[in-house]
Structures are given as structure tokens and as C-alpha cells.
């Protein structure tokens, strides 16, 4: 496809700390894909958590498909994403330690034309790491413009 369509969660990698990525399917209606293929979703609220063993993606935005008729999606509903049991076993063992999350990182079409959505297993940055990581990238860009003279 020569179309291709990444949307992200630009505040994740500030707000976590990501641990353990997955790629997961998505349930989606006929309405919910053609609204992906324009670009018209975000990620910016969304989060995982798991209901009845099953994995659901809460909080994300797609946009109601502009040619739908009264077929159209409800564009916060909460969606199911297909993982293996294996997986979902494993982030359900770890979402009940205390201080782990799942979010949402990344939305796009693979090759096939399919939706998924990358998810990470996450812990919560405290106040002072966040700070450490901006010193970081400010000593690094530093470092770069010293060394590009």
C-alpha cells in the first residue's frame, strides 16, 4: 500500500516508561477502517484495561466516516483487540502488580491493509525522571550541535 498510516501517542514516552511493546489486532466496523484510512483518529486519551479476560482499547478516538449514513460508528466506543492467550494472560499477571498500565503508542496499517495497534506494558515516570530525561536530550542536543561545527 503506498498510503501508509502511523498515528501515535506523542505524550507516552514523557508520561511512561514503556517496559514491553505488543502489536495487537483491532475489531473494527466497516465505517471505523475507511475513517482510519483518511487519518482521522487519535490516541491522546486512550488506554488499555481488561474486561472479562478480554483485552479492550478504552478512549479511542476514531472520527465518525464523513460518506456514512446512519450506519455510522460511535467514535469513543471501546474496542476489542486480539492478541494470543498467552499474551493476554501475561499483561493481565502484570497490569495486577501494582504500578503497571497498558497504553496505546502506535495505530497503523500493516502491509495487508489491516489495522493494529501498538501497546505497551508501562510504569508511570515520577516527577524527577522526567526531569532526568529532559536534561538528557538537552545534553545530547548540545553534544550534536558541539560535534556538527
Known sequence: MANKINISNKQVYREY?????????????G???KSIRQGKASLSDSWCNFIDGELYARGLQIAEYSFGTHNNHIPKRDRKLLLSRHELTKLERKVKEKGFTIVTIELFLNDAGLAKLEIGLARGKAVHDKREDLKKKDMNR????????
Not at 142 to 149: C, I, L, P, V
Open 17 to 29: 516508561e514503556i517496559l514491553e511493546k505488543f502489536t495487537a489486532g483491532i475489531v473494527l466496523y
Open 31 to 33: 465505517t471505523e477502517i
Open 142 to 149: 548540545e553534544m550534536e550541535r558541539h560535534f556538527k561545527k
